[in-house]
């Protein structure tokens, strides 16, 4: 078959002042055209990397080197290629879709500039006509009023939204060869299906090749003909995806495959990697549905811990002249509902629909219009300041983002001591200590990890540093807002069997938090599905996953990837 892109014994070496890291560790592969290539595999595997040294944008020689060949069109060597003329390859023959849409989007550059300037870079029309075929391509890839859109600036539009301007740049100079690198990692079961069925259509219209990288197999499921699996910089499994992902060989990627939490059952412990790199394999032990009925049963014996009563939040969207507002935004729109001690409780639902402002109002972090919230009995909404400060250490919350709900001035030690400081929990900064390192021990880090920073920390390590954090204060009631959403599926089963751990160890109870349906599906004992600040469905996860009533329900039901 003919060949679009062959790469032969691709080596790449970051140069720092610690040595040589190797990233990439020679590998080959091929894609053909027509074709759509998945690249699996955990953070740090080489596989953007690998993207990004298609692409030629891999730091200067000093810091990087390169070795081996990646031919393009089976006669332009990319890595040889004069930057002249990879300028006019890159964009009008091979583009890529990035991660993350903000970061790569200008936010100072309106978005149909953005397209338009990719158009007449590569095209030489005038701007007219690239305004002309950037709104038939908003069109194209389904952006709601295009024109809105063209004249909008990122930050005013959603994250669905802006990865689809992503995929309107990358496609608006009709390429052979998009690389798609995470494109939908963190959006929302939906908008996922719509952007993957969107690249799906026009790959069927226009015939375009694809490197679609993901460490979500279930993602990777739907849209690629092929994949291969890397581990540590190197090549481990590659074939038709129905069969490595049906019967895979490799212990790396059997572990990749168990380790995401599954629609079907429902498992005390998950499986990680680890289990079967270093243990040879997974003993999976599913909770039955009588253990479940038996503990949901139990948990309902007790007094409610929180009881959220017909509680509104809403925040001005416009305002006159004057300053007053003329309409609101109602994030939150008479929401009720108990959660019992030591029970895991799910709130589900898209971007926008209210899920996280409700963890925050419920933490005192945003401030209510209306309603109760009665935490032991108590009004929270009706306390001071100072009545609430004593609660406060009761209701902690782990936020989506560890790295910047991190101070990266402060070592993580000092981070974790610092809420017992000002809870004045324990007598000294020596005892405080003590208490510290006995929570990074707890949450499966080192005492010596004491004196680091946040960002010599992987995502993983830095979401448990943010749990020993918030079970500083000796908790009872912990919000969990998206805390595993970014995370690669192996850390996410880590973190997940961490938090099942201390519910049981220290009694804790949850408010979970998150858009990925088949996580909920494992962690929570009851289930509420949330939509534009309202109720949509509330009950046990597999009563709701079966038999869903309402038609949004079965809607982000049948969205979820690989089921």
């Known amino acids: 078959m003919d060949k679009l892109l062959e790469i032969n014994n691709l080596a790449i070496d970051f140069l720092s002042e610690r040595g040589i890291t190797r990233a990439v560790d020679g590998i080959s592969f091929s894609l053909t055209r027509g074709e759509t290539l998945g690249i699996v595999g955990e953070s740090g595997?080489?596989?953007?990397?690998?993207?990004?040294?298609?692409?030629?944008l891999l730091p200067e020689a000093d810091k990087c080197r390169l070795s081996g060949n990646i031919l393009w069109k089976q006669n332009t060597d990319l890595l040889k290629a004069a930057q002249p003329e990879m300028q006019k390859i890159r964009g009008s023959?091979?583009?890529?879709?990035?991660?993350?849409?903000?970061?790569?989007?200008?936010?100072?550059?309106?978005?149909?500039?953005?397209?338009?300037?990719?158009?007449?870079l590569h095209q030489e029309v005038s701007f007219e006509e690239a305004k002309k075929q950037a709104l038939a391509w908003f069109e194209k890839v389904k952006l709601p009023d295009?024109?809105?859109?063209?004249?909008?600036?990122?930050?005013?539009?959603?994250?669905?939204?802006?990865q689809r301007?992503?995929?309107?740049m990358a496609m608006s100079c009709n390429p052979d060869l998009i690389i798609a690198d995470e494109p939908t990692t963190a959006l929302d079961v939906t908008v996922q299906k719509a952007i993957l069925e969107l690249m799906r259509e026009l790959r069927a219209e226009t015939g375009l090749s694809m490197m679609f990288i993901s460490h979500d197999l279930g993602v990777i499921s739907e849209i690629c003909d092929r994949v291969l699996v890397m581990h540590q910089g190197k090549i481990v499994e590659e074939g038709?995806?129905?069969?490595?992902?049906?019967?895979?060989?490799?212990?790396?990627?059997?572990?990749?495959?168990?380790?995401?939490?599954?629609?079907?059952?429902?498992?005390?412990?998950?499986?990680?990697v680890p289990d079967f790199l270093e243990r040879g394999g997974f003993d999976a032990k599913v909770i039955s549905i009588q253990e479940e009925h038996k503990r949901q049963e139990h948990l309902k014996t007790q007094q409610p811990l929180l009881q959220v009563k017909q509680l509104q939040v809403r925040y001005p969207a416009q305002k006159n002249w004057w300053g007053k507002t003329t309409s609101w935004t109602h994030a939150v729109q008479d929401i009720s509902f108990e959660v019992y001690p030591g029970e895991t409780f799910g709130l589900a639902g898209e971007s926008g629909c209210g899920k996280t402002t409700l963890g925050r109002t419920i933490a005192r972090l945003t401030d209510a219009n209306a309603g109760e919230i009665l935490y032991q009995g108590q009004n929270l909404?009706?306390?001071?300041?100072?009545?609430?400060?004593?609660?406060?250490?009761?209701?902690?919350?782990?936020?989506?983002?560890?790295f910047a709900s991190l101070n990266p001035k402060m070592t993580i030690g000092e981070a974790i001591l610092e809420p017992m400081k000002v809870h004045r929990l324990f007598n000294n900064d020596e005892t405080r200590k003590q208490k510290t390192i006995e929570l990074l021990e707890i949450v499966g880090l080192k005492s010596d990890h004491f004196q680091r920073y946040p960002h010599e920390f992987s995502g993983g390590q830095r979401q448990r540093i943010c749990v020993a954090r918030a079970l500083a204060l000796e908790p009872k009631f912990l919000v969990c807002d998206e805390m595993v959403s970014a995370l690669d599926v192996s850390v996410q089963a880590t973190v997940l069997n961490l938090l099942m751990d201390l519910r049981e160890k220290f009694g804790l109870t949850y408010l979970f938090i998150s858009h990925d349906l088949s996580v909920i599906k494992q962690m929570c004992d009851r289930l509420m599905i949330m939509n534009?600040?309202?109720?949509?469905?509330?009950?046990?996860?597999?009563?709701?996953?079966?038999?869903?009533?309402?038609?949004?329900?079965?809607?982000?039901?049948?969205?979820i990837p690989g089921e």
């Open 45 to 56: 595997s080489g596989k953007s990397v690998t993207s990004l040294s298609v692409m030629r």
């Open 381 to 402: 909404l009706t306390m001071s300041d100072a009545e609430f400060r004593p609660l406060r250490k009761q209701i902690q919350v782990v936020f989506q983002d560890p």
């Open 165 to 168: 301007v992503m995929i309107a």
């Open 93 to 120: 023959q091979i583009a890529m879709i990035f991660q993350e849409p903000m970061t790569s989007l200008n936010p100072v550059f309106r978005c149909g500039h953005q397209v338009t300037e990719a158009i007449q």
């Open 146 to 162: 295009p024109e809105r859109i063209f004249n909008a600036y990122p930050h005013q539009i959603s994250g669905g939204q802006k």
């Open 240 to 272: 038709p995806v129905k069969q490595i992902l049906k019967n895979p060989a490799h212990p790396y990627t059997k572990g990749l495959v168990a380790c995401r939490p599954s629609l079907k059952q429902k498992l005390w412990r998950l499986p990680t």
């Open 532 to 559: 534009n600040g309202k109720m949509e469905a509330i009950g046990y996860p597999e009563d709701i996953y079966h038999n869903p009533e309402r038609p949004y329900v079965q809607k982000l039901i049948a969205s």
